[in-house]
């Protein structure tokens, strides 16, 4: 039995193991990388987003609110890392530079973002993508993502929420652009 990061233990093996039952995690797992083949990792960032946005609307069903807000932030990124995939040449051009993988293995720090897209540059990002509605949305899905963490806080002194009404509907509001974006982008 293995134990994921403080996780629940997993029976059996492996993390793709417990993903049997949701195969189309399972694609996601294998996740190319945008240096290796862009198109192909733009589909995939693109499926993610929708599997995460799917995800937080059932967690939403079934009273599971920080949890939710977590798979909208989570599909927020994924579909705002397809985004910048699509436009790499801006988002290289804002981002000069390399960035070292290993001892042989050098990518452009543009290509290392759309990879990674870390939460502290999908503002940034978003910024030089150009799209407002986008913006909107990285915004919401930060501020989902602290709740998820600080949870509610009635005098919005730790948290931005101060009612689950709110955060529900940011949720809402969240997947609901994720499924139309995400799929008005899909071959």
Known sequence: MRQLCGATPIEGGGERERFKS???????????K???????????????????????????????VRNAAGKAFQAVKAYLAAVAAAQRDKVVAAFPGRRRLGPTKVVERGEWIIAVMPTSRMREVAAVIGDRELRLMVELA????????NGLDGD????????????????????????????????
């Open 156 to 187: 919005a002194e730790v948290s931005r929420y101060a009612s689950e009404e709110m955060v529900r509907r940011d949720i809402e509001e969240v997947v609901s652009y994720i499924r139309r974006a995400a799929s008005g982008q899909q071959p």
């Open 34 to 64: 945008p240096w290796v083949d862009l198109e192909k990792y733009r589909r995939d960032r693109l499926k993610e987003a929708m599997y995460e946005a799917e995800l937080a609307e059932e967690f939403l069903k079934n009273g599971l």
């Open 22 to 32: 949701f195969p189309a995690a399972v694609d996601v797992l294998s996740l190319t």
């Open 142 to 149: 930060l501020n989902l993502h602290e709740f998820q963490y």
